[in-house]
């Protein structure tokens, strides 16, 4: 059998590999899917990689599976790990996270002001693919980053710095990098002006980085050699999925239900009443990542948030049912669990992403302000992952998405239409659209049921 193209996404704990037909065509077709344990623990993932592809072969009922390219998203060796240091926390250094964030990394490390010897030796135990170094606007206050800049390339930790901070000190920063052998990725500021965050340059720059230099997982170069599209982050695939949906639904969040995270991706401006409140930007692309939000890896943390006398008044089972849980839920109890804990990292990331109304006291009297990320212009909610893809019960547990505003949250309306990723594909299609953003549109909105 021949089909177009196969997207691998390795994943931390599972390898999944969709196949495609007639790309080219006005008319793609996703064929099927096959996954398989990630074996990077075993010294390969080429094994799990593998096991994935005779999965979809035993799927597609074919003893033999030939491809055109080979396309693929990763998170396995941890992820892009990364640490991001600037000036200000509210300002530049929210401004690098977020672009950190949107790339699909996960962040370690946070600092504002000057490294100290603490922050240089963290940085050490985390050893992160790549470091970030921002701080400063365009022609402002030019010390701290360089200084930060300078105390990293003097360690020689032979890690990836990219420097998005202040231009004026671009010239000393190539010749510290020279003078110390640091490989260097300069790229505009992500905070050039006050009130304005500039995040896509360091984006792009951050997924290039992680592509040529981070995959360092067992069996990655291997992988590297099999496939024709550029490798990103796989919370960076679905970012680029949700932007592509977004320019023709219309505004959106996506929500992505893990074993060991909650990711939530939201794509608007908000509303224009809003902007007028807000007391700093906030980037139009927006990811936050939950690590304690988890529904098998991290179950604890989420039982524990919701209490285990709460949840034993619904399942009197319950402490059962986190000791005997899976990876993947079998029986329809099991579900019915799973699909408790699942509501409560949705509703828990939601309230983590997005803002809210402020109301300040002042001499002028009562002053309403908003702070964070606006979602109330939103018209799609969208559940991608296993959980909110495969449970029975994951439209209701999405629509409760809609009805938690109590007049301050910055939530999407009622109104908003959830949307599902039947095919478990958005992550895969965001890493085709790099290079077939028709086709990978097509699929997206039949993957979902929208024309």
Not at 90 to 115: C, N, P, Q, S, Y
Request: proline letters at 4%.
């Amino acid at each position: 059998m021949k089909t177009s193209v196969l997207v691998a996404e390795i994943g931390s704990t599972t390898t999944v590999v969709n196949a495609f037909d007639n790309i080219m065509s006005p008319c793609p077709k996703f064929l099927g899917q096959g996954q398989a344990p990630t074996s990077v623990l075993n010294g390969d993932v080429t094994i799990g990689l593998k096991g994935a592809v005779d999965d979809l072969k035993r799927n597609l009922g074919t003893a033999e599976l030939e491809w055109d390219e080979f396309l693929a998203t990763s998170s396995a060796a941890g992820g892009l790990r990364m640490t991001v240091h600037g000036l200000v926390y509210d300002m530049t250094v929210r401004a690098a996270k977020e672009a950190a964030l949107g790339a699909g990394a996960i962040i370690k490390h946070v600092t504002a002001g000057k490294l100290r010897r603490t922050d240089l030796k963290r940085l050490e135990d985390i050893r992160p693919n790549i470091i970030l170094v921002a701080g400063g606007v365009d022609y402002g206050e030019r010390d701290t980053a360089l200084h930060n800049f300078e105390m990293i390339a003097s360690m020689g930790l032979g890690i990836p710095v990219i420097y998005a901070g202040n231009i004026e000190n671009q010239e000393e920063v190539r010749l510290i990098a020279e003078e110390t052998n640091t490989r260097l990725y300069i790229v505009e500021n992500v905070y050039p002006k006050v009130d304005m965050l500039n995040v896509e340059p360091a984006r792009k720059v951050i997924q290039e980085v992680f592509e040529e230099h981070i995959i360092h997982a067992p069996g990655m170069s291997t992988v590297r050699d099999m496939v024709k599209g550029p490798i990103i982050p796989t919370p960076g695939a679905v970012m680029e999925a949700a932007r592509l949906l977004k320019e023709h639904l219309g505004d959106l969040v996506v929500f992505d239900v893990g074993g060991a995270t909650t990711d939530v991706h939201s794509v608007t401006e908000g509303s224009e009443e809003i902007s007028l409140m807000l007391i700093s930007p906030e980037p139009a692309a927006k990811r936050t990542v939950e690590g304690d939000l988890g529904v098998y890896v991290n179950i604890a943390h989420i039982v524990e948030k919701i209490g285990m006398d709460e949840l034993k008044k619904e399942f009197l089972d319950a402490e059962e049912l986190v000791r005997n849980a899976k990876p993947i839920p079998e029986t329809d109890r099991e579900k019915a669990f799973v699909e408790r804990l699942v509501k409560e990292a949705v509703l828990t990331s939601l309230e983590r992403h997005a803002g809210k109304l402020r109301f300040l006291y002042g001499p002028t009297g009562k002053k309403t302000v908003a702070e964070g990320k606006d979602l109330t212009n939103v018209k799609y909610v969208i559940g991608t992952g296993g959980a909110l893809t495969r449970l029975p019960g994951r439209i209701d547990i999405l629509k409760s998405v809609g009805l938690q505003g109590k007049g301050t949250e910055l939530y999407p309306g009622k109104e908003a239409k959830v949307l599902i990723d039947n095919h478990y594909i958005m992550a895969s299609l965001g890493v085709l659209s790099k290079r077939f953003p028709e086709a990978a549109l097509a699929l997206m909105k039949e993957s979902m049921g929208v024309n």
